[in-house]
């Protein structure tokens, strides 16, 4: 079974920087996909980022697009969420979350895999 374990939250103050790490493992096909959501207090879940096992990335929000990179190490099994300028709008739980969908969904409810999640905290 698919497993997803995220890493890197943190407190930071706004401007600065962060990485998170999602690790991956017990994919059984070739063909699949790893997004990062977020949760934000009081707000619906919403993607953030998406890339697929052949290195195609996909951005969601717009107030996002400028800051943040996905990023992928096979060797390592690992996604990386490299987000900087954060604001307090970057506030949220931070979830990764995998299946085996030919091309990205920001949809959630496409997903069948999900980390644990991952608190990132913007001070002003």
């Known amino acids: 079974e698919v497993q997803l374990v995220e890493s890197g939250g943190n407190l930071v103050q706004t401007g600065g920087s962060l990485r998170l790490s999602c690790a991956a493992s017990?994919?059984?096909?070739?063909?699949?996909?790893i997004t990062w959501f977020r949760r934000a207090p009081g707000k619906e879940r919403e993607g953030v980022s998406c890339?697929?096992?052949?290195?195609?990335?996909?951005y969601y929000p717009d107030s996002v697009k400028d800051r943040i990179t996905i990023s992928s190490d096979n060797a390592k099994n690992t996604v990386y969420l490299q987000m900087n300028r954060l604001t307090p709008e970057d506030t949220a739980v931070y979830y990764c979350?995998?299946?085996?969908?030919?091309?990205?969904?920001?949809?959630?409810?496409?997903?069948?895999?999900w980390g644990q999640g991952t608190q990132v905290t913007v001070s002003s």
């Open positions: 979350a995998a299946d085996y969908l030919s091309r990205c969904s920001g949809d959630g409810w496409a997903y069948d895999y």
């Open positions: 017990g994919f059984t096909r070739d063909e699949y996909v």
């Open positions: 890339i697929s096992s052949r290195g195609i990335k996909t």
